[in-house]
Every structure is written in structure tokens, then in C-alpha cells.
């Protein structure tokens, strides 16, 4: 099993900035396994925000945060992040961080097997 954590969320003014932190602990984890942020605000669908592979060579970001959002991992410390600036109201939603079973880039929520409980991100304007 996988337990997978979230930390740094909070709220923030429009054009400020934070950074999520998601860390990955248990037997069956390894980090050859792909991470991705998800994000779900209140009546919609849970939507990939970003993604990495096992390297952290490849990633992958919606359009929507596309050039202001960063993710990184550093695997000494089972650990990925997501550095959010120029965050807008719109960004506001509860972030999730998932765990894939396969090493590359996990574009949907069904590429993923472990997740977290979620943190939530309050863009005010």
C-alpha cells in the first residue's frame, strides 16, 4: 500500500503565490512511479492540472496553468511539488496529489492508483 500526503494549502490573495508539497510513503511505493496534481472545485469534475514522470524529465500541464504553475519531485525524499504563482480566483478548488502505477505521464484519474485526502487552495480577489 500507498499513503500519499498533501501539505501547503491555504488561501491567498489574486497574483500571490504557494506551493504544494506531496509526499509518498509505504511498501509498495517506488519512485519509478508517475505523480500528478489534480483539482476539483465545488460542482465540477476533477480535472489534471499537472503531471511528472519518474525522472521528472517529462511533464505535463493544462492549459489553464500553463506558465505559471511548476511541478518538480525530488525522489531522495519520495517527494513532489507544485509551485502555483500568479494564482487566479479560478484556481480555487481542493488539489489532490495521485500516485500512477506506471513510470510515464498520467493524463486521466483512471492512470492513477493511490491518492491523497486533499488541500485546499482559496484564491481571493
Known amino acids: 500500500q500507498v499513503q500519499v500526503a498533501e501539505s501547503g494549502g491555504g488561501l491567498v490573495q489574486a497574483g500571490g503565490s504557494l506551493r504544494l508539497s506531496c509526499a509518498a510513503s509505504g511498501r509498495s511505493f517506488s519512485n519509478y512511479y508517475g505523480m500528478g496534481w489534480f483539482r476539483q472545485a465545488p460542482g465540477k469534475e476533477r480535472d489534471l492540472v499537472a503531471a511528472i514522470n519518474w525522472t521528472g524529465g517529462r511533464t505535463y500541464y493544462a492549459d489553464s496553468v500553463k506558465g505559471r504553475f511548476t511541478i518538480s519531485r525530488d525522489n531522495a525524499k519520495n517527494t513532489v511539488y507544485l509551485q502555483m504563482d500568479s494564482l487566479k480566483p479560478e484556481d480555487t478548488a481542493v488539489y489532490y496529489c495521485?500516485?500512477?502505477?506506471?513510470?510515464?505521464?498520467?493524463?486521466?484519474?483512471?492512470?492513477?492508483?493511490?491518492w491523497g485526502q486533499g488541500t485546499q487552495v482559496t484564491v481571493s480577489s
Open positions: 495521485a500516485v500512477s502505477r506506471t513510470s510515464g505521464i498520467g493524463r486521466a484519474e483512471f492512470d492513477y492508483t493511490y
